[in-house]
């Protein structure tokens, strides 16, 4: 049973290590270049109503709407690109929709530039990295009666192959890098050492 984990495991890491230097990561709007559009609805909706419309306006590419303002009346639209035929249509559908009539001159349109993955990673490599020495010292001390360099060897690689598994898997499934992304890597990260120092004491309550 191992055995065929480890295999799959090795498969997955060896897939998403091709895929991202083939294919690439799918990065999402939060961090790609792309046209930011605010539409002035001055009414409560739906997210669902209005991604219904983005479908019919903008029927390929990717698309993000959220709210915005205080009451929620406010949206706020993500495209990879706006032409001015889009940007009719989108104000004709809305105002069908909700019975408005707001004009196409009051849509702003911002054009956002891209920002690079190892700008938002940057912050974090040095914490990180210090958390991570801390703490292979520590589990190091506490657990040298198995072995100070089996422990720290063991935890480290554990921790990178979680990390290199977690991205391959968000690579194959071709889910976008988006800004929940690297909290799900850092949680991952405090779950491994979790379960590595719950093993570790077990296996030193069983030596003793």
Not at 38 to 46: G, H, S, Y
Not at 54 to 82: C, H, N, R, W, Y
Not at 140 to 155: E, M, Y
Not at 158 to 163: A, C, D, P
Request: proline share 3%; glycine share 4%.
């Amino acid at each position: 049973m191992k055995k065929k984990i480890c295999i799959i495991i090795a498969l997955i890491l060896i897939l998403g290590t091709v895929l991202t230097l083939t294919v690439g990561l799918n990065v999402s709007l939060d961090y790609s270049a792309h046209t930011m559009v605010e539409v002035p609805l001055q009414k409560e909706f739906l997210i669902s109503d209005i991604k219904a419309i983005t479908k019919e306006v903008f029927p390929q590419g990717k698309i993000e709407i959220q709210k915005a303002s205080e009451f929620e009346d406010m949206i706020f639209i993500k495209v990879e690109g706006l032409t001015d035929e889009q940007k009719s249509l989108l104000c004709q559908k809305i105002n069908e929709k909700y019975g408005t009539e707001i004009k196409v001159e009051e849509i702003l349109v911002e054009q956002v530039a891209n920002t690079r993955l190892r700008d938002v990673i940057k912050p974090y490599i040095i914490p990180v990295i210090i958390t991570t020495i801390a703490i292979l010292i520590y589990m190091g001390i506490k657990f040298k009666k198995q072995g100070v360099l089996n422990i720290v060897l063991q935890t480290s690689t554990l921790v990178v192959v979680s990390q290199w598994l977690f991205l391959s898997l968000l690579v194959i499934t071709r889910y976008p890098i988006n800004r929940i992304v690297i909290p799900a890597g850092l949680m991952i990260y405090l779950a491994v050492l979790l379960v590595l120092n719950y093993l570790y004491e077990k296996s030193n309550k069983i030596k003793e």
